[in-house]
């Protein structure tokens, strides 16, 4: 039964928990985690946890955890864990970087094309972890500045993932929330995230033209690179490319074949497992477990939001807003979004706006224009906002943070003023491009 007391308990604990989130008092993680164990600790006593629908605080952690994503993330991190050791990621950076005759602008227009299509089919975190690390011992040996062309990397990490089910958590969330198939996320997501990257690398050129007129040094170091010597095992790459290609196949037709995503994921992650041959444990310590262990954490608080009510009260409030209008509705979503998710790690704020936007769907109003339409906009309006608004701030989103760490711990700090001097503009940039054609395809064409 929800009440005053239960509602307040929950908004206390959530907004504790996002404030450290965001402030970075401490680590995420322990944040999420801890927000989690004061609602399970207490929860039944401020009556947010009732005995007659929850009998155990089990029952309402198992409830409150979206299962399918952390599958689906647990399963891709085993296989891309397996594939990181075949050297393929360096390969490709040094394979990039030689095409581009160390031309400045070339090497970041390729590195940013490689990591937006891999964070299409790999999320952008693992992309970026990956990238991340090469670029600055390419750029190094070039005596290149890193920090302009890893800005560029996560933006287009960001807007490239935004393409696929599984290539931005925000989507994962989306995905496994409103049950939409990997097929419908590339229809509806595809098109307005092409024309949002060929605005991006405009962008990104005449951004940074100042620091891409430099010229590069050493570049006769990196074109006398082998880079097939970077591909330390070729019969595990065959194996790897393999079934990740498999994997991707069974994400297209996951919907005929009544499969989930993390079913296919983690049965990808066995088979590379058992064909590989490589010893679990140490596959194991590839997976990000503390990303894994945040989406717990995060996902009970939202948890306590929803049941006390919170949610629903939102999803009235915006209703209210719109007016019932559909279109209203929709940039509404896309534009709330964005802003939030510059602030917040897009991550807590999308597993925030499911439940909203069931919500809202289901009202009558809404719902008669859903069903007219043909689709519900109102997903793809936050799936947009969420991914592009990422890229507003240094802590919109897990890649953007992972960068900013990878490249402090290697003598590079991104610093919170300058990644807003170029994620603000594009991200404002992006964000209304893509609404316009979100709406051109889903009430004119």
């Known amino acids: 039964m929800r009440t005053e007391t239960s509602l307040l308990f929950a908004i206390v604990v959530a907004v504790v928990s996002y404030a450290l989130i965001i402030t970075e008092k401490v680590h995420r993680t322990v944040a999420a985690l801890g927000g989690a164990s004061i609602l399970l600790l207490f929860g039944r006593y401020f009556g947010l946890i009732p005995k007659e629908k929850f009998p155990s605080e089990i029952h309402f952690m198992a409830e409150a955890v979206d299962w399918n994503t952390i599958g689906l993330l647990f399963g891709m991190m085993v296989i891309v864990g397996i594939l990181k050791e075949t050297g393929v990621f360096e390969f490709l950076a040094i394979k990039a970087a030689k095409i581009s005759n160390g031309d ?7 590195f940013s094309i490689i990591t937006a299509i891999l964070s299409a089919f790999l999320d952008n975190v693992t992309t970026v972890l ?13 005596k290149l500045k890193p920090v302009p062309f890893l800005i560029a990397e996560v933006i287009t990490s960001n807007v490239g993932g935004a393409s696929t089910l599984i290539g931005d958590p925000p989507n994962i969330i989306i995905g496994s929330g409103a049950g939409l198939s990997f097929n419908e996320f590339i229809i509806n997501m595809g098109p307005p995230i092409v024309v949002a ?3 991006t690398l405009v962008f ?7 620091d891409l007129s430099q010229k590069p040094k050493n570049i006769e170091k990196i074109l006398q690179i082998n880079e097939w010597d970077e591909i330390k095992d070729y019969t595990l790459l065959k194996k790897s490319l393999s079934v990740l290609f498999l994997v991707i196949v069974l994400f297209f037709l996951h919907s005929q074949l009544h499969l989930e995503p993390a079913t296919v994921a983690i049965s990808g992650a066995v088979l590379l497992l058992l064909v590989s041959a490589k010893h679990i444990d140490n596959v194991l310590n590839q997976v990000e477990w503390s990303v894994l262990l945040f989406f717990v954490g995060l996902f009970i608080i939202v948890k306590g939001l929803d049941v006390a009510g919170l949610l629903d009260m939102g999803a009235r409030a915006a209703v209210s807003i719109t007016g019932g209008n559909l279109a209203i509705a929709m940039f509404v979503i896309l534009f709330t979004s964005a802003i939030a998710s510059s602030i917040v790690d897009n991550i807590p704020f999308t ?6 936007v069931h919500s809202m769907s289901a009202d009558p ?3 008669a224009q859903i069903t007219q339409v043909g689709s519900n906009p109102l997903w793809w309006a936050l799936g947009l906002g969420a991914c592009l ?39 404002f940039i992006t964000v209304i491009t893509s609404g316009v054609i979100l709406y051109a395809r889903t009430f004119i064409i």
């Open 365 to 367: 109003m809404i719902a």
């Open 104 to 110: 400045p602008w070339k090497i970041m227009l390729l």
């Open 204 to 210: 990104l050129k005449f951004a940074f033209r100042k």
């Open 130 to 142: 990956l990238i991340a690390p090469v670029t600055i011992s390419i750029t190094k040996s070039l």
């Open 351 to 356: 597993a925030t706006m499911v439940p909203v």
């Open 389 to 427: 608004g990422g890229n507003g701030t240094l802590i919109g989103a897990s890649a953007n943070v992972v960068v900013a760490g990878i490249s402090e711990k290697m003598g590079y700090p991104i610093s919170f003023k300058e990644f807003l001097k170029y994620g603000v503009p594009i991200t």
């Open 197 to 199: 990257l060929l605005i």
